[in-house]
């Protein structure tokens, strides 16, 4: 049996891109936040920024062949994506193929064990494995074994199946939603979007390369490790009760410091991601959702 193992059915997600061509390697390396200068097999993670160094988009990058690479999102529009890449293709030989409305997502929590007792290879991470039809690679939903399966519908139908069968448990994503927050890994755009820099979220140890060379946005993040420090972060807050709409505004006393990002609930208990500025902060108070209104959230001590 293996209950400790939770599924996400087979859903779709927000982004699926083939990217193909003869300069698909060198384009994309020159436009992507992190390393791509990897063996086929791999799987990266990084950022889509733009020319202020503001987060547009996230994904995984897998790279398929040579010059053959699949960009992967759970919740950056191919959308933004797309057009934030085709902006930059000028006699580049790239070609990008929209495959979103089609593409298949099955995901997996704990599940390093079960991935072998289905017979496909547990990937490590920074790479993705094949299982016939079916790609897996390491997820960002929670810390530790967390996997993203790529492939048809039916296939993974199939696979839920089996886990199902032998004991795990399927769970909705407002469920997920709660401990992805409480484990403190923000998402992209919800918690950091084309208004701030990937360091205000703290994705600069996963998401970024200091040392791969010139892409879009590469000068800002240079200047932000010269600088070593931001003048605002998000912060995991929580409370009880009816839970704040994303977007709140905070404050402390009369004083405007931030608002809110994604909110998760459970049995009564809200875990939001807050925006806040570090400017004469006081990290002992709580939080308002009106000028001297009653305390609400506090700081969350894993936050």
């Known amino acids: 049996m293996i209950s400790d193992v939770s599924v996400i059915?087979?859903?779709?997600?927000?982004?699926?891109?083939?990217?193909?061509?003869?300069?698909?390697?060198?384009?994309?390396?020159?436009?992507?936040?992190?390393?791509?200068?990897?063996?086929?097999g791999s799987a990266t993670y990084g950022l889509w920024l733009n020319q202020k160094g503001k987060v547009l988009a996230d994904s995984q990058v897998l790279r398929i062949?040579?010059?053959?690479?699949?960009?992967?999102?759970?919740s950056s529009s191919a959308e933004i994506i797309r057009q934030r890449l085709e902006e930059y293709i000028v006699a580049d030989d790239v070609v990008l193929a929209d495959e979103t409305a089609t593409a298949h997502t099955l995901t997996l929590?704990?599940?390093?064990?079960?991935?072998?007792?289905?017979?496909?290879?547990?990937?490590?991470?920074?790479?993705?494995v094949r299982s016939g039809d079916v790609l897996v690679f390491c997820g960002r939903r929670l810390p530790g074994a967390s996997h993203e399966m790529v492939g048809p519908a039916k296939a993974l139908a199939e696979l839920c199946g089996q886990l199902v069968g032998r004991g795990a448990r399927e769970v909705?994503?407002?469920?997920?939603?709660?401990?992805?927050?409480?484990?403190?890994?923000?998402?992209?755009?919800?918690?950091?979007?084309?208004?701030?820099?990937?360091?205000?979220g703290g994705l600069e140890d996963a998401a970024i390369s200091y040392t791969k060379g010139c892409y879009l946005g590469q000068e800002v993040m240079a200047r932000l490790k010269n600088l070593g420090q931001v003048r605002r972060r998000l912060r995991v807050v929580r409370g009880r009760g009816t839970p704040p709409a994303p977007l709140s505004a905070l404050y402390q006393g009369e004083k405007k410091i931030g608002e809110v990002?994604?909110?998760?609930?459970?049995?009564?208990?809200?875990?939001?991601?807050?925006?806040?500025?570090?400017?004469n902060l006081a990290p002992a108070a709580g939080l308002s959702l009106e000028?001297?209104?009653?305390?609400?959230?506090?700081?969350?001590?894993h936050g």
Do not use: K, Y
Not at 187 to 192: E, F, G, K, M
Not at 262 to 279: I, N, P, R
Not at 291 to 299: A, D, K, R
């Open 291 to 301: 000028p001297s209104g009653p305390v609400v959230m506090t700081w969350d001590v």
């Open 9 to 40: 059915p087979s859903h779709r997600p927000a982004t699926l891109i083939r990217v193909t061509g003869e300069d698909a390697f060198t384009f994309l390396q020159g436009q992507f936040t992190n390393e791509l200068r990897q063996p086929p």
């Open 261 to 279: 990002r994604s909110v998760g609930t459970q049995a009564g208990e809200f875990v939001a991601w807050a925006m806040v500025s570090l400017v």
């Open 172 to 200: 909705v994503p407002a469920e997920l939603e709660f401990a992805r927050i409480s484990a403190g890994i923000p998402i992209v755009p919800a918690d950091v979007g084309p208004g701030d820099l990937p360091n205000e």
């Open 65 to 74: 062949s040579e010059n053959e690479f699949l960009l992967w999102s759970e």
């Open 109 to 128: 929590c704990g599940a390093g064990e079960a991935l072998g007792q289905l017979g496909g290879g547990v990937p490590a991470p920074g790479r993705f």
